[in-house]
């Protein structure tokens, strides 16, 4: 591939979005896309990818790109397909991931953890092996990346060990990569939500298991809030780094939980 400078393209930073097809993603895109970004929107589904890439109605700034990020191969051709379209990348935001089912350790299946690890760690840790080469071959040289952690990677809910570890090994992946990237001019933050509101927590409007055993039901947030935090990292000069953000419903049971 042929790596541009910023000088031989055309207007905007390069975004990645990987999950983008709802939740979090989706509504980083959309904010990414207003803030002026050309945004590659990757995820398992097309249609939901191909439905954003139509609200958006962006001619030449909306690459969609259906990724499965535990894939190897499939991480591979999203990053060609992004350098290869616009010469550069200026931003990974790694959001993909999922809960698996939230059963006791000693219940779970294998294949639920290896399917939480393969979505929740593997894939954020190929996509930012991506970003690296990329960025650090790209005139000017350097990008962004941010992780989508959680609350998980503080503390845990009931029942959740393969997306409790998952999240607290982002932590570490961010760490690493936010010092391994110094050199290459590459920042790496993560930002951990809690209770947005999106599919995923639907539950919690119904109530959702507590560590005392009790079923309460959870404040919220409107995704938005998190997707103008993304914003506002992505936003910020390579020569200052938003390492660890916490955006969260205000009074969800997070600060004292247990």
Not at 93 to 101: D, E, H, T
Request: glycine fraction near 10%; charged fraction near 15%; include cysteine.
């Amino acid at each position: 591939m042929t790596l541009q400078t910023a000088h031989s393209q055309s207007s905007g930073p390069v975004a990645i979005i990987t999950g983008a097809g709802s939740g979090i993603g989706r509504a980083s895109a959309r904010a990414l896309a207003k803030a002026g970004y050309r945004v590659a929107l990757a995820g398992r589904r097309d249609a939901p990818l191909r439905e954003l890439e139509a609200e958006l109605n962006l001619a030449g700034q909306v690459l969609v790109v259906p990724t499965d990020v535990g894939d190897p191969a499939a991480v591979n051709r999203l990053f060609d397909s992004v350098a290869s379209t616009w010469g550069r990348l200026d931003l990974l935001f790694n959001n993909a991931g999922g809960s698996g089912p939230m059963l006791p350790i000693e219940d779970l299946p294998f294949e639920a953890w290896q399917q939480v690890l393969a979505s929740n760690l593997t894939g954020p840790f190929l996509c930012t092996q991506a970003a690296f080469r990329v960025m650090k071959a790209q005139q000017p040289m350097g990008g962004r990346i941010i992780n989508n952690g959680s609350i998980s990677a503080h503390s845990p809910r009931p029942n959740s060990a393969p997306y409790t570890s998952t999240k607290h090994a982002i932590t570490g992946l961010t760490k690493s990569a936010s010092l391994d990237g110094r050199k290459y001019d590459i920042a790496c933050g993560q930002i951990d939500i809690g209770n947005a509101q999106t599919e995923m927590t639907t539950r919690m409007a119904q109530g959702i298991p507590q560590a005392n055993g009790a079923l309460a039901i959870e404040p919220r947030m409107d995704v938005e809030d998190v997707a103008r935090a993304v914003v506002f990292m992505a936003g910020l000069p390579l020569e200052s780094n938003v390492q660890f953000m916490t955006v969260m419903a205000t009074k969800m049971p997070f600060v004292g939980r247990g």
